[in-house]
């Protein structure tokens, strides 16, 4: 959205024959989202830290306010009627002051759960950037004389309580009775608190569901680059090619590891309502994308993408009793089940059970928890490297693999592969993180040809 003059012409208006009849659902500037919460990457405190800490939460307000006048003034030569936008996100902020300053009181008598104003506060300041992009959207699109409407899920000022999907469907009831542009807000309010439910990707949900609630033909996500085979910063952009087709199961498995084509509660609701994704580079916009369905299978074998993460560890639970003993798997899901924790993988021998989790979940408690009820428990950081693929059952090719990291002296820590065979998962040291992604592409990407790509139109 903070490029929005290329997205105007690349995306909204570049086929003059169909600006009419599509609804575009919005995230935040970029940035804003980080200021109103905490940065996503850092974690750098917002204002909600600010609040929640009894720290200046009034001040970072205005620093929120402060930056998206700067966002306005930026958009005046796109045709931002400036003064308006600012009208708009200056109440907007003022008003959420106010109930914050009104939290902070219900907070300071001690009546009341803090927790759930908490979250409350929470889902407030989310909505927030959502609703300054909409808005500003709708409002230059006008401007240059289209017909653009604004739907605003936040339900700011809706004293009835409703759920998300009620929401969505009140307020695309009489959607698509007329000619217009549909700019729509990433947030949307609800009784089950969207920022509770799936935090940082709410966006995408949002998305989803109006997409499943209008019926949509097709769902598209414009990001700032293509679905590849893997990540151009690591193996070289001329190495990586785009991904042409692929299903929502390998979807699933980019995001196991963090590399979302899309949330993977988005991805669910399209799936079963049968509604294609598309995912595109907003930036290439002749170019076709990628396009997920649910029985896409790629029609030679072959490894689709290249990917992972080191940002993950090793939390190994070994005991002697295990050999003997039933239970013990179920004891450690027990832990994690009372933390809301999901691991990412899991290995298992005669007396160890292995689990990679990520980083910001191993919580000191939870090992001290563990460490009272087994022999020993370790945490090793290590890094997990994947080759996905929606048809990628063939003979030798875990061979191959194996033997691309062997030759690059990669010392492989463990692997994991169910019986539908979509990913293999290689759990190798830390610092073979980059070195393993590039054996695995160069052995299994860039020695084949790329089907051709079967985007539909």
């Known amino acids: 959205m903070s490029r929005f003059s290329e997205v105007l012409n690349n995306v909204i208006l570049r086929d003059p024959k169909h600006v009419y009849g599509r609804i575009y659902v919005v995230s935040a500037y970029a940035g804003v989202t980080d200021l109103l919460l905490e940065h996503k990457k850092s974690k750098q405190p917002g204002v909600y830290t600010a609040f929640a800490e009894g720290g200046p939460y009034a001040e970072a307000m205005e620093g929120v ?10 958009l005046r030569e796109t045709g931002l009627d400036v003064a308006e936008a600012d009208r708009f996100i200056a109440a907007r902020v003022d008003a959420v002051q106010g109930n914050l300053n009104s939290i902070a009181d219900l907070l300071a008598s001690g009546y009341v759960s803090r927790p759930e104003l908490l979250s409350a506060a929470r889902e407030l300041l989310a909505s927030i950037g959502e609703s300054h992009s909409a808005f500003n959207s ?85 990001k700032e680059f293509h679905l590849s085979s893997a990540d151009p910063k690591i193996i070289g952009p001329g190495k990586v090619v785009p991904v042409g087709n692929t299903n929502f199961d390998v979807a699933d498995q980019l995001a196991d590891v963090g590399m979302e084509a899309i949330h993977p ?51 190994e639970v070994f005991d002697t009793r295990m050999v003997a003993e039933v239970g013990s798997d179920h004891r450690i899901m027990q832990v994690l089940v009372d933390h809301d924790i999901s691991y990412i993988s899991k290995a298992t021998n005669a007396n160890t059970i292995d689990l990679v989790l990520w980083d910001r979940d191993l919580q000191e408690e939870i090992i001290a928890q563990l460490r009272g009820m087994f022999d020993v428990v370790k945490v090793i950081p290590v890094a997990i490297v994947c080759a996905i693929g929606s048809n990628i059952a063939k003979p030798g090719i875990l061979a191959r693999a194996t033997g691309a990291m062997a030759r690059a002296r990669i010392n492989i820590i463990g692997v994991s592969q169910t019986a539908r065979q979509t990913n293999m998962q290689f759990t190798v040291a830390r610092e073979d993180f980059v070195n393993a992604q590039r054996a695995l592409h160069a052995e299994l990407c860039e020695t084949e040809p790329a089907p051709a790509s079967r985007a539909l139109r």
Not at 68 to 73: D, I, S, V
Request: hydrophobic share 40%; proline share 4%.
């Open 65 to 74: 306010k402060r930056r998206c006048f700067e966002l306005n003034a930026g």
């Open 138 to 222: 709708a409002n230059i699109l006008a401007g240059r004389g289209y017909t653009a409407e604004c739907i605003d899920l936040s339900g700011w000022h809706d004293p009835v309580a409703r759920t998300i999907d009620e929401r969505i469907q009140l307020a695309f009831a009489d959607v698509g009775k007329k000619p217009a542009i549909t700019f729509v807000t990433g947030y949307a309010k609800g009784t089950e608190g969207i920022m509770r439910e799936f935090d940082r990707g709410y966006s995408e949900v949002t998305f989803s569901k109006v997409a499943v609630a209008v019926k949509a033909r097709e769902a598209i996500i414009h």
């Open 265 to 315: 509660r988005a991805a669910k609701p399209l799936e079963l309502a049968g509604i294609p994704l598309r995912v595109k580079n907003a930036f290439d916009p002749d170019h076709d994308g990628t396009l997920i369905t649910k029985d896409y299978t790629c029609p030679v074998s072959r490894i689709e993408v290249v990917t992972g993460t080191d940002k993950v560890s090793i939390l």
